[in-house]
């Protein structure tokens, strides 16, 4: 076992445990470093023979710098049966990796099997000059978790946002809330300040799984962006929550995408999107779903001017969208059969649009008072829509192409307008609505 601890002042440390020139088990690394401007390197390997684990950071002692523009890169290498391991699981806030300032970078490379980040905390604090911190994960081999990023940051509105970066390729990928288990104080990606981005890539192979169990953004700005980005392919993919809040003139921004078309196991969940602003900025979702068994569990956007724009592409299709706001969009296209859609809308002025592919005379919403002649499209058999609007001038479409099929649907409010489209056998539409000056067309 080699074991290194260093306390340095404005300067850089090099730690090798068990690198290509020495290669060992059970190697274990921490460092402390006090001051701005400090570079950590730490790389750690294992013998293909090897059972220890190589870790940085543990329960009682973290790698922690303390200071502005601090650079740490962490490689961890194994061939053998051992673990790579940054912090320690359980409910260890702090006992990971910390770096405490802004304008700080953490690098990690991890590959082999059972790869763990457990812990890292960035904390800028309320610095109105400094930029914010990044993290950098990059994991390849046989069972790759992250379970707890802590981002704090809330610097002047102009600053570089906070940013954490994953990519994991090979089996079994979890990032949020994972191998640590659940902690008292709420585990997973979390980034608070004037500006977050998250960017997370799992691609499966092998044993596959790909999950993000927890993600929460929260800006804080007058301006800035939540901004999440979360693409899956392969096989087994789930985000199971997501949250972002502004509270200003912020925005946010999540863009899912889960492929597993040509897959043994082609299912894709979104088990929960929540977006709420309380600014005069809107919320904006798009969610793509190639496979079978896609479901939408619940998407729900609180705040004026949402978007939400959600495509699916297989049998057996969920959709349960909510919008409460004015000025709202919706846009569902789905290809397939056996398909359910719930659409729940409260406010005005709001324009929805279901559309199917393959057809030529896709209904246009020219604006919320006013509605063109002809369709909106859902493709295939057996499928459902049901939605329920509450609200004055909204204006919403919904069309389908196939048997056996379904739309139901309710409407109080004034000036409210439907349009419905149904070319097939055996076809139903039931729409209630309650108020003045509404209007409904249609065709089958």
């Known amino acids: 076992m080699k074991f290194k601890r260093i306390a340095v002042i404005s300067m850089t440390a090099l730690i090798c445990a068990a690198g290509p020139a020495f290669a060992g088990d059970n190697n274990a690394a921490f460092v402390d470093q006090i001051g701005s401007f400090n570079n950590a390197s730490i790389t750690q390997g294992q013998t293909a023979s090897g059972n220890a684990a190589n870790l940085a950071g543990a329960a009682t002692a973290a790698i922690r710098q303390e200071g502005d523009g601090n650079d740490l890169n962490v490689t961890?290498?194994?061939?053998?049966?051992?673990?790579?391991?940054?912090?320690?699981?359980?409910?260890q806030a702090g006992q990971g990796v910390d770096q405490l300032g802004v304008g700080n970078v953490l690098t990690i490379d991890q590959n082999g099997r059972a790869l763990d980040v457990f812990d890292v905390q960035q904390q800028g604090g309320?610095?109105?000059?400094?930029?914010?911190?990044?993290?950098?994960?990059?994991?390849?081999?046989?069972?790759?978790?992250?379970?707890?990023?802590s981002q704090n940051f809330q610097g002047a509105d102009s600053d570089a946002p906070n940013t954490?970066?994953?990519?994991?390729?090979?089996?079994?990928?979890?990032?949020?809330?994972?191998?640590?288990g659940p902690r008292g104080d709420g585990s997973g990606l979390n980034q608070t300040g004037f500006g977050n981005l998250i960017d997370i890539d799992q691609q499966s192979g092998g044993n596959p799984s790909n999950n993000v169990r927890r993600v929460d953004q929260?800006?804080?700005?007058?301006?800035?962006?939540?901004?999440?980005t979360v693409m899956q392919s392969v096989e087994k993919n789930r985000v199971t929550l997501a949250r972002q809040t502004a509270t200003s003139a912020g925005s946010n921004i999540a863009t899912i995408t889960q492929s597993s078309f040509a897959a043994a196991d082609p299912r894709n969940d979104v088990v929960e999107l929540t977006q709420n602003n309380t600014g005069a900025v809107d919320n904006t979702a798009n969610i793509t779903q190639d496979g079978a068994d896609n479901t939408v569990t619940l998407?729900?956007?609180?705040?004026?001017?949402?978007?939400?724009?959600?495509?699916?592409?297989?049998?057996?299709?969920?959709?349960?969208?909510?919008?409460?706001g004015d000025d709202n969009a919706t846009n569902v296209e789905i290809t397939g059969n056996s398909n359910s859609v719930n659409i729940g809308i409260v406010g005005d002025g709001n324009g929805n649009a279901l559309n199917g592919f393959s057809h030529p005379d896709t209904l246009a919403i020219v604006g919320p008072n006013s509605l063109s002649t002809g369709d909106v499209i859902v493709t295939g058999?057996?499928?459902?829509?049901?939605?329920?609007?509450?609200?004055?001038?909204n204006a919403f479409a919904f069309g389908q192409l196939g048997n056996d099929n379904l739309i139901t649907g309710s409407t109080t409010g004034d000036e409210n307008e439907v349009a419905v489209f149904q070319s097939g056998n055996g076809n139903t539409a039931d729409f209630t609505q309650n108020g003045n000056n509404n209007v409904i067309a249609i065709n089958q």
């Open 126 to 149: 309320t610095n109105l000059t400094g930029t914010g911190n990044s993290v950098v994960i990059n994991q390849s081999g046989n069972g790759q978790t992250v379970s707890n990023i």
């Open 381 to 393: 058999d057996m499928n459902s829509v049901a939605y329920s609007i509450l609200g004055n001038l």
């Open 218 to 228: 929260f800006n804080t700005g007058a301006t800035g962006t939540n901004a999440l």
């Open 164 to 180: 954490i970066t994953v990519d994991q390729t090979g089996t079994n990928n979890l990032v949020g809330n994972t191998s640590s």
């Open 299 to 324: 998407l729900r956007q609180d705040g004026a001017g949402n978007v939400a724009d959600v495509l699916q592409d297989g049998d057996f299709n969920d959709v349960i969208l909510t919008q409460d």
């Open 76 to 91: 961890q290498l194994s061939t053998g049966a051992g673990a790579n391991r940054i912090g320690t699981g359980g409910n």
